[in-house]
């Protein structure tokens, strides 16, 4: 079954606004990772939320975890040119391979100078 | 975290060919991964990178199509055999350190993108 679905599948907004990407996954899993990706280039790790945790901040990065919902969220805060990419989450699952990264589609954020 | 490098950084190749593609990290780490990202789509396991025995493949992967080879812990190969204009994509290698403070984190190499005519 897919795991990691984002939306909105785009987001387009003005640079110092606040940028709200949503993940929903179908399985148990034991933490979910988000990433950047420039252009199509190497991903960037962002920030890792464990399944016992509920909000994690880095940064202008706020990520927030409702395993009861199996759902994530990715805040940008103050927006810059600079975060325009790609965003995807992953999920790691509990049980089994539970190594393996499964990713949603991701969400093209372009922030607007 | 590692510093993952992936030779070469790009290509162009003609359909029947094969190409390896090489992944080099500056430190020992448990767990090696291959990734491939088709165009405007997300990433898809292709296999786990075993350290002296026969990589570990997901589903409708299979080893004649994409060699792997990991002769030690800090280097891997993969290889796209016979190619088609299906295998246009971005390969990418990540890894696990899991004898590290964030073990379970899996950090990227900057990808290899492939064309094929």
């Known amino acids: 079954s897919q795991q990691g679905e984002e939306d909105p599948q785009a987001l387009s907004i003005q640079e110092g606004e606040n940028a709200t990407m949503n993940c929903s996954y179908k399985?148990?899993?034991?933490?979910l990772q988000w990433y950047r990706q420039n252009s199509g280039r190497g991903l960037v790790h962002l920030i890792l939320?464990?399944?016992?945790?509920r909000e994690k901040h880095s940064g202008r990065l706020r990520v927030t975890l409702d395993t009861s919902k199996k759902s994530s969220s990715l805040l940008i805060t103050a927006s810059r040119a600079a975060d325009t990419a790609s965003y995807f989450c992953?999920?790691?699952?509990?049980?089994?391979?539970?190594?393996?990264?499964?990713f949603g589609k991701g969400t093209l954020l372009t922030v607007n100078p | 975290s590692a510093v993952i490098s992936q030779k070469p950084s790009r290509d162009i190749c003609q359909r029947g060919t094969s190409l390896t593609i090489q992944c080099q990290v500056d430190?020992?780490?448990?767990?090696m991964f291959w990734y491939r990202q088709q165009p405007g789509q997300s990433l898809t396991l292709i296999a786990t990178?075993?350290?002296?025995?026969?990589?570990?493949?997901e589903s409708g992967f299979v080893i004649d199509k994409f060699p792997i080879s990991r002769p030690n812990l800090t280097f891997s190969t993969l290889t796209v055999s016979n190619m088609s204009p299906e295998d246009s994509s971005i390969y990418l290698c990540?890894?696990?350190?899991?004898?590290?403070?964030?073990?379970?984190?899996?950090?990227f190499g900057p990808g290899t993108r492939l064309l094929v005519l």
């Open positions: 399985t148990s899993i034991n933490n």
């Open positions: 992953a999920t790691q699952n509990s049980g089994g391979s539970n190594y393996k990264l499964t």
């Open positions: 990540s890894v696990e350190d899991w004898a590290s403070g964030d073990g379970e984190t899996q950090y």
């Open positions: 939320i464990r399944s016992n945790e």
């Open positions: 430190s020992q780490v448990t767990m």
């Open positions: 990178a075993n350290q002296g025995s026969e990589a570990t493949y």
